[in-house]
């Protein structure tokens, strides 16, 4: 691991230093500067990272603190059921099988034992971010409290933790071409199965992702 001056380890990818609340207030960032919030980061082919190999991760928040993301296609084997079951919530009777199964993602290694809602915005919670018109993240437990009682989102992705990279390191990381990036696509994030997001982010790009050469750049 990268050593800064102080000798101090640097982060791992996607993993920021970890704070109590990951939305806390942040200073202004110079306007000028890269915002890859609302973007995907999709995987090189050629990374071998046992966590984020294969991955498209889902920009929430890019500012002079670092940046905070969410995997988006890497299921565990945890489904909201049994996440209601964890945090002590009664589904209502009626819910939506769909609903109560639908698996979680697990969204990175930062804080992962607390569960994180990717959302279409409408209702007010108490620790939450609008991205874009058509994407929140919330990190408090009265979205899944209004999930369970058959009044959340409309449309919603949970994961167990979040992806979060120290200023100036997924800058690093795209530099080494570690990352392609684009523009974000709500129908990707919240429509899509799982297994069809990689390959669907990518066509964003603009070419066939089965061309891509492993040595390419980022766009």
Partial sequence: MKKTKAGHALPAPGRRPESDDP??????????????????????????????????????????????GVVINKPTDMTMQVLFERIDLEPASDLAPAIVDEP???GGPVQDDRGFVLHTPGARYSSSLTVTDDVAFTTSIDVLEAVARGNGPERMLVSIGYSGWSPGQLEDEIS???????????????????????????KLLGFDPLMLASEAGHA
């Fill in 23 to 68: 939305l806390a207030p942040v200073a202004a960032r110079d306007s000028a500067a890269l915002n890859l919030a609302n973007h995907f980061l999709i995987a090189m082919p050629s990374m071998q990272d046992p966590v984020f190999g294969g991955t498209v991760v889902y920009v929430c928040e890019h500012n002079e603190n670092g940046v905070l």
């Fill in 104 to 106: 979680i993602m697990f």
């Fill in 176 to 202: 080494r071409n570690g990352w392609l990036t684009v523009g974000a696509d709500a129908h990707i994030l919240f429509e899509l199965p799982v297994e069809e997001r990689y390959f669907a982010a990518m």
